[in-house]
């Protein structure tokens, strides 16, 4: 698996980043530099969870688990954004503790530590970018965040070198802790609503029912339901109206709304065709019902 193998590379690469970055905040004493670490943790442990969901989501299906494990990607990508929100908030508040008694850094252990994280996390982005899979996503998400972070720390270290300005330490560091905060609000967003089966916005309730409704077998389509188990795998399960003479050919008509669900990468369907006259066809649905 692609995925994997990328996430591995990723992974070795970023410790090594992680220990170089913590040598160079205990020689520079760098606020943006101890923030950027903190940020390469976040990676480290975005992509071993990253690696965990593959390998989860690679095991067959079971009696039990009759999805399989797809949805450890979600919970992943779920845990990823928590633990970036979580992240942020200590930066900012160690940026404000600081921002009070100002340190003295040591510009050029600063500079080399983190051209060093720059380099290697540029290098992670490029193994990850080509990869669709949520948990991968969020992982290159987490290295791009760093990357750009990287750049801020290194821009600081100039600015200290040549002004003896300290205090753009502690502005660096905010900012780092808003494109955390950034990234970790897209992932909660995009996890959360797969986490709650929301229908994807790509993939309209009313945009099926209308190509489906287009084949003249076809009276009335209800009871879509459309939802993602991870970021590669959406299901959908819908009823479908005919006249009497179709359900003869009910075979067929099925394949044909199969085709039209397979165009617009909907990987499974479940559908139920309701005869004119029956109850659900004349209430127009089935409601679903649950008990207390």
Known sequence: MRGLKALSYGFMITLSVLIVQLVGYYLSGSLALLSDSGHVFSDLVALGASLTALYFASLAPSNRQTFGFHRMEVLAAFFNGFLLLLMAILIVQEA???????????????????SFG???????????????????RSAFLHAMGD?????????????????????VDVLVSIGIAILITISAYRLLRKSGAMLLDRAPKELAVDEIKRRVKQLKEVKDVHDVHVWRACSDLTFATLHIVVSEKSVKEAVEVRHKVEEILKDMNVAHTTIQIDKEGTKCAVEKGCSVRTSH
């Not at 404000?96 to 983190?114: D, G, M, Q, Y």
């Not at 380099?119 to 899979?133: A, I, P, Q, R, S």
């Not at 990357?147 to 205090?167: H, K, Q, R």
């Open 96 to 114: 404000l503790e600081r921002w009070e008694n100002v340190r003295k850094i040591e510009p050029f252990s600063l500079l080399a530590t983190a």
């Open 147 to 167: 990357a750009l972070s990287s750049v801020g720390v290194i821009t600081s270290a100039f600015i200290i070198l040549f002004t003896g300005m300290y205090e």
């Open 118 to 136: 720059l380099l290697g996390n540029l290098y992670v982005v490029y193994l990850l970018h080509t990869h669709k899979n949520l948990s991968v």
